[in-house]
């Protein structure tokens, strides 16, 4: 009988070590698919920050796109405004010219009146016909000053 205990106690012994080793083995398993569930949650978490990073990424681009046209519609408008603002200078700039051409004009028109006047006040009629001889003096002295004027 002691060999037949002795093959007994063989046998729990290695039944007790397969034992041991499967749950040795079921251990690290455990830990293997404890680690991997956490790598999986991680993942996981990663693609979801990365599918709402890219959500955004496509918010923003249609963004610029949406803000390029608006400043392209913009600069075109402003473009506009400084040929119209350009144009406006120029019409401005030839009407102030113009009224104080008018405006010269205007005051050598009065002079000219002015001096007609005087020289039909210095003129005497002779026998029906002007003196011009009376004028004739009151034009020569007016003729540096037209050359001035």
């Known amino acids: 009988m002691t060999q037949h205990r002795s093959y007994i106690d063989y046998l729990i012994f290695r039944y007790t ?73 120029d019409y401005s700039t030839k009407f102030r010219e113009m009224y104080l051409k008018i405006e010269n004009l205007v005051e050598r028109k009065e002079h000219y009146e002015k001096e007609l006047e005087e020289a039909k006040e210095d003129t005497q009629e002779v026998d029906g016909e002007p003196n011009f001889v009376l004028g004739l003096d009151t034009f020569m002295n007016s003729i540096p000053q037209l050359r001035d004027g």
Not at 24 to 36: F, G, I, P, Q, S
């Open 17 to 89: 070590k397969a034992l041991d080793s499967i749950k040795a083995l079921r251990k690290d398993r455990v830990a293997e698919l404890k680690a991997e569930k956490e790598r999986l949650e991680s993942l996981s978490r990663e693609k979801q920050h990365a599918d709402k990073l890219r959500g955004r990424i496509a918010d923003l681009a249609s963004t610029i796109a949406t803000k390029e046209i608006d400043y392209e519609q913009t600069k075109k408008e402003y473009d506009d405004l400084v040929k119209s603002n350009a144009q406006f200078y």
